[in-house]
T-cell receptor, first 113, second 112 residues
Framework: DQQVKQNSPSLSVQEGRISILNCDYTNSMFDYFLWYKKYPAEGPTFLISISSIKDKNEDGRFTVFLNKSAKHLSLHIVPSQPGDSAVYFCAASLTSGTYKYIFGTGTRLKVLA | DGGITQSPKYLFRKEGQNVTLSCEQNLNHDAMYWYRQDPGQGLRLIYYSQIVNDFQKGDIAEGYSVSREKKESFPLTVTSAQKNPTAFYLC???????????FGSGTQLSVL
């Protein structure tokens, strides 16, 4: 049973345009969500996060939106740059109790110059 | 510089052999985690530890074992019972009260 899903394995976007990466979850008890960026053969690096009590968090070119009723979050990158090309993982956690982090399967973003 | 060090970067296992992956952190973080990445399957949780001398099974703990004798170290042993060990293994840590996981650079394990 996959609790965190990223249904788009890949996405291609033109440089300068908006990239939108999506993530769905099934457990309404998750209270914190994170996005990570990963290059091949390297560890993931943290990008941006959001608490379940918020619906939007912004950091420079990156914005995360959370829709709790739909159990859906998205990462917007504006403007997209070639250096953004990587695999993006969303993760959900229960920060009270177990502190387990469940990751999605990732979306490979390719930004075309 | 503070960080998480995983070693070795590449590791080869023979049939029936146990191998141990090292994870050391100097961030003074309390919690540590082991994940496995397979192509197209994202990161799956193997084991995690919130404090020294305590750890819990994750979603795919069978065939693996861990220890947490020191705060800065969380080694993972891949035993001969793990029939499909080829994967990229990632160690992560989190400070007490924090929400972010910080990751090491990973170990690629392959079977000879």
């Amino acid at each position: 049973d996959q609790q965190v899903k990223q249904n788009s394995p890949s996405l291609s976007v033109q440089e300068g345009r908006i990239s939108i990466l999506n993530c769905d979850y099934t457990n309404s008890m998750f209270d914190y969500f994170l996005w990570y960026k990963k290059y091949p053969a390297e560890g993931p690096t943290f990008l941006i996060s959001i608490s379940s009590i918020k619906d939007k968090n912004e950091d420079g070119r990156f914005t995360v939106f959370l829709n709790k009723s739909a159990k859906h979050l998205s990462l917007h990158i504006v403007p997209s740059q070639p250096g953004d090309s990587a695999v993006y993982f969303c993760a959900a956690s229960l920060t009270s109790g177990t502190y387990k982090y469940i990751f999605g399967t990732g979306t490979r973003l390719k930004v075309l110059a | 510089d503070g960080g998480i060090t995983q070693s070795p970067k590449y590791l080869f296992r023979k049939e029936g052999q146990n191998v141990t992956l090292s994870c050391e952190q100097n961030l003074n973080h309390d919690a540590m985690y082991w994940y496995r990445q397979d192509p197209g399957q994202g990161l799956r949780l193997i084991y995690y530890s919130q404090i020294v001398n305590d750890f819990q099974k994750g979603d795919i703990a069978e065939g693996y074992s861990v220890s947490r004798e020191k705060k800065e170290s969380f080694p993972l042993t891949v035993t001969s019972a793990q029939k499909n060990p080829t994967a990229f293994y990632l160690c992560a840590s989190r400070r007490q009260g924090g929400e972010k996981l910080f990751f090491g650079s990973g170990t690629q394990l392959s079977v000879l």
